[in-house]
């Protein structure tokens, strides 16, 4: 089967103190890694891919920031981890490794277009693999003070 075996629950961000300036953010999955598992023993490729909700304020949904203030680094200095014996390397691409990729919602939904953090090419592979990518989250100016909530989705296909 090809399963996604955890995400984090929940990533917060450091307070920030009001501003008229934009402000940066950084949050790293630290203590909740995102790890994946590919037990099918069959010539099948796979995408790994993450969608997320622009943010809202969590006592007024009226107030929001978009989500092409987030960006995802999907090469946070440690890369993709091997679980047990797993080649968690050949055949595997993490996409704009190396560089940090950014949402964009071309629909303007509210929701991003899915972005692509991981293929796997059509090699018969069994592994189990992990990742602790960083989200840097740039805080527009003149953002009112409040808690402000976004929702990751993890896909795997």
Do not use: H
């Not at 090809?2 to 990533?11: F, H, K, Q």
């Not at 501003?19 to 950084?26: D, E, F, G, I, R």
């Amino acid at each position: 089967s090809l399963t996604i075996i955890s995400t984090p629950a929940d990533v917060n961000f450091e307070a920030l103190n009001v501003s008229t300036s934009s402000q940066n953010n950084v949050a790293t999955f630290a203590t909740n890694s995102v790890e994946i598992k590919d037990t099918r023993s069959t010539s099948s490729a796979f995408s790994f891919t993450i969608t997320t909700t622009d943010f809202e304020q969590t006592t007024d949904s009226n107030l929001t920031f978009d989500i092409t203030n987030l960006q995802f680094d999907v090469d946070a200095g440690a890369a993709v981890n091997a679980v047990g014996s797993s080649d968690c390397t050949t055949g595997i691409t993490l996409l704009n490794s190396g560089t940090i990729m950014s949402f964009g919602d071309t629909d303007n939904d509210g929701t991003s277009d899915a972005e692509s953090v991981m293929n796997g090419d059509t090699r018969i592979r069994v592994m189990e693999c992990q990742m602790t990518p960083t989200i840097e989250l740039t805080i527009p100016g003149s953002t009112a003070s409040a808690t402000y909530r976004s929702t990751f989705t993890w896909a795997i296909s």
